[in-house]
């Protein structure tokens, strides 16, 4: 009988020579399903996000130890040969590599791909890039706020009558992440079918014109230019915060019947079959007066009001939460949003298993922790 109570990915040797965010959060995703993850550190540096504070974890940011959870580092100084050596013997043993150097910098070092390959060939090798290996771009650098700017991300983000606007994080440092993560997960399955390693290439410049979903398939497909909206939805009405008598709450209202569920609700039945707004289409052409209409109703009662009603209709409605008031929401309604790892907290993996345990993890590594024991068994 298959013992289930075992991480998916545990036997499953990483070599992560990344930094900063993508690639961290790439091999932090394996090293949550069970992975034994080896994060290669510069001596005296590492990576880039132990410096990036505050806030700050005691001497550690907190930038890093979101990102590092579960792994284990070794300091290795790639420009000596013995340490490269030692950085080529770890790719030899490992299942997966990920690096997310500028292109060519691990082919300079004798790390790059067609090495590791040659010595490893079931390897599953992971690249992560600004804009690719190829082509007139792959020199510059990949930085998120560049390539959300340079992406058009910016340019639909904020109100219309305001400035372009980056996202509140580096969402396509994330979205990198999930896709090399998938690489990565999609190439094991065909090695197991195939008995081969494979090269994973993912940019984060592609990956920001995959995110952009619905705004890109409207340009490639239908010609459309999109623009800034602020909280509204390209598409559809309502979808958006509405002002209550004290906060506004968020409506997405995405078919007919939930729109008419929301008017229905709220004592608004003339709405429904108003005909400005009997179709979404419809409602979308005149989003203004649809609001107007919505808020002139909205404003005489609380949100905690309008929450409870549109809940019970069934009506996707919620509050505009600060960070802390969201954790605060997911512990209290039991969705566990955090781990404590011997009195260290982290955010918890969001990958939930039936019939496997969950990986409990351990902290983010000290900068060069598990040196002593690495560099043992690696020349040995």
């Avoid at 070092?109 to 690249?127: E, F, K, Q, W």
């Avoid at 340019?155 to 999930?178: C, H, N």
Wanted: hydrophobic share 40%; with cysteine.
């Amino acid at each position: 009988m298959k013992d289930l109570s075992r991480p998916p990915l545990e036997g499953l040797l990483v070599a992560d020579f990344s930094r900063i965010l993508a690639g961290p959060l790439a091999s932090q995703t394996l090293a949550d399903l069970g992975a034994d993850v080896i994060k290669v550190e510069r001596p005296g540096v590492g990576d880039d996000t132990r410096t990036w504070g505050p806030p700050w974890d005691g001497d550690m940011a907190t930038y890093f130890a979101g990102l590092n959870r579960s792994k284990r580092s070794v300091a290795l100084d790639l420009s000596l040969d013995a340490d490269q050596a030692l950085a080529f013997e770890l790719c030899r043993r490992s299942d997966v590599v990920i690096e997310n150097f500028r292109p060519g910098t691990m082919d300079s070092l004798g790390l790059g791909a067609d090495d590791v390959r040659a010595a490893n060939p079931s390897v599953i090798y992971c690249s992560i890039s600004g804009f690719g290996a190829h082509g007139e771009a792959a020199s510059l650098p990949g930085v998120d706020l560049i390539i959300q700017a340079m992406a058009g991300w910016m340019d639909v983000t904020g109100q219309p009558d305001g400035p372009p606007t980056k996202v509140g994080m580096a969402l396509v440092d994330v979205l990198a992440a999930l896709n090399a993560t998938t690489g990565i997960l999609a190439a094991l399955q065909a090695r197991h079918r195939d008995n081969k390693g494979d090269h994973v290439e993912v940019s984060l410049f592609d990956a920001a014109l995959a995110g952009l979903v619905n705004q890109g398939s409207g340009h490639v497909l239908a010609g459309d230019k999109p623009h800034r909206n602020g909280n509204r939805h390209p598409s559809i009405a309502p979808y958006e915060p509405i002002r209550t008598s004290d906060r506004p709450v968020v409506v997405a209202a995405v078919n007919d019947r939930l729109f008419a569920r929301t008017c229905d609700a709220i004592g608004r039945p003339d709405l429904i079959n108003d005909e400005r707004y009997t179709t979404n289409t419809d409602r979308r052409a005149n989003v203004e007066g649809l609001i107007a209409a919505l808020e002139k109703t909205f404003t005489t009662k609380p949100a905690d009001h309008w929450i409870d009603v549109l809940t019970e209709a069934g009506v996707p409605v919620g509050p505009v939460n600060s960070v802390e008031q969201a954790f605060a929401w997911a512990d209290g309604v039991g969705l566990d949003p955090t781990s404590d790892i011997e009195g260290w907290k982290s955010v918890r993996s969001p990958i939930r298993f039936a019939d496997r345990e969950t990986v409990p993890g351990q902290r983010a590594p000290e900068l060069g922790e598990h040196s002593e024991e690495l560099r043992t068994w690696l020349a040995n």
